[in-house]
């Protein structure tokens, strides 16, 4: 039996994620050590790579000193966090995604011309607590459809959304909020990469017996891909090939790999490449036993 196997074609690093991982390795030349708060990206396997490279994750500055050399990752950082970096005299090189940059200007800017401030996303996550601190006091993070349910009516707020999120979880919330006030200002603010990702794993889960979701079980954008393809179809969520096993496979004819956004491109190529080996010893097998 002749098996299908379709990887998506949005599998591997997003461009953020790129340009991150671009200037850490850049500004660790020779014995420099580039320090990052909290892992550069949210994928166990890179950031070990990374730690080779003599880029570290640490969860805060307090062991650091003027002149140590600290990476913002993609996600951002609080603004309170990055004026105390800047007190110690730390060299920064901010690696925050740009889409996000874009996020907490707009948070900014809606907590300057409305009375509420709506961040749909998950509050927990470091690109959420980043945006919320650019909100002046205003800002407030919806996290589900019941949150938004028993918010109290307002007179004007301004609502935007964590890059990463599901669009039409984004489009419930509004929904929901929309019933509470008379002026609301909505900026989706979903990075058109993730939309993207989003599309198509809804669309090739629906044209596939098993799907491989890949990434970092610390991966909020991810979680959400897997969230879509197991409303479809039989879905594994996986960080590497070893975590791939003969029983998963038998008898599916079509198999779909999709990554996150935080994977790189080789480790999808090597999960293929072990779904093909695992298929082919299946298939001697088979024939020994005839």
């Given at each position: 039996m002749n098996v299908d196997i379709i990887k998506g074609a949005s599998c591997g690093f997003c461009s953020g994620v790129m340009r991150a991982i671009k200037l850490a390795r850049e500004a660790a030349q020779g014995d420099v050590r580039v320090y990052t708060l909290g892992p550069v990206i949210h994928n166990p396997q890179v950031v070990e790579s990374l730690?080779?490279?003599?880029?570290?994750?640490?969860?805060?500055?307090?062991g650091l000193s003027g002149g140590d050399t600290v990476l913002i990752r993609s996600h951002g950082i609080t603004e309170e966090l990055e004026e105390e970096i800047r007190r110690k005299k730390l060299n920064i090189i901010d690696a925050t995604c740009p889409k996000v940059k874009r996020a907490q200007r707009?948070?900014?800017?809606?907590?300057?011309?409305?009375?509420?401030?709506?961040?749909?996303?998950?509050?927990?996550?470091?690109?959420?607590?980043?945006?919320?601190?650019?909100?002046?006091?205003?800002?407030?993070?919806?996290?589900?459809?019941?949150?938004?349910?028993?918010?109290?009516?307002?007179?004007?707020?301004g609502i935007l959304v964590?890059?990463?999120?599901?669009?039409?979880?984004?489009y419930e919330i509004v929904s929901e909020?929309?019933?509470?006030?008379?002026?609301?200002?909505?900026?989706?603010?979903?990075?058109?990469?993730?939309?993207?990702?989003?599309?198509?794993?809804?669309?090739?889960?629906?044209?596939?017996?098993?799907?491989?979701?890949?990434?970092?079980?610390?991966?909020?954008?991810?979680?959400?891909?897997?969230?879509?393809?197991?409303?479809?179809?039989?879905?594994?969520?996986?960080?590497?090939?070893?975590?791939?096993?003969?029983?998963?496979?038998?008898?599916?004819?079509?198999?779909?790999i999709v990554s996150g956004a935080s994977t790189p491109i080789d480790t999808v190529n090597r999960i293929e490449e072990r779904i093909k080996k695992e298929l082919k010893k299946s298939k001697k097998e088979g024939k020994k036993t005839k």
């Open positions: 730690e080779k490279s003599n880029i570290i994750s640490v969860d805060d500055i307090k707009i948070c900014t800017n809606l907590a300057e011309n409305y009375s509420k401030v709506f961040i749909i996303g998950i509050s927990e996550h470091p690109e959420v607590q980043g945006i919320l601190s650019r909100g002046s006091g205003r800002a407030k993070v919806i996290s589900s459809l019941e949150e938004a349910a028993k918010e109290e009516k307002f007179r004007d707020a964590q890059t990463t999120y599901r669009t039409e979880k984004f909020l929309l019933k509470k006030g008379r002026v609301i200002k909505i900026e989706n603010t979903i990075c058109e990469e993730t939309i993207t990702r989003q599309e198509e794993v809804s669309e090739l889960s629906l044209k596939v017996d098993l799907m491989y979701v890949v990434g970092g079980k610390n991966s909020s954008n991810t979680k959400r891909l897997f969230e879509s393809s197991s409303k479809n179809v039989t879905s594994l969520y996986i960080e590497t090939p070893e975590e791939i096993s003969p029983r998963q496979l038998t008898g599916k004819k079509r198999i779909g």
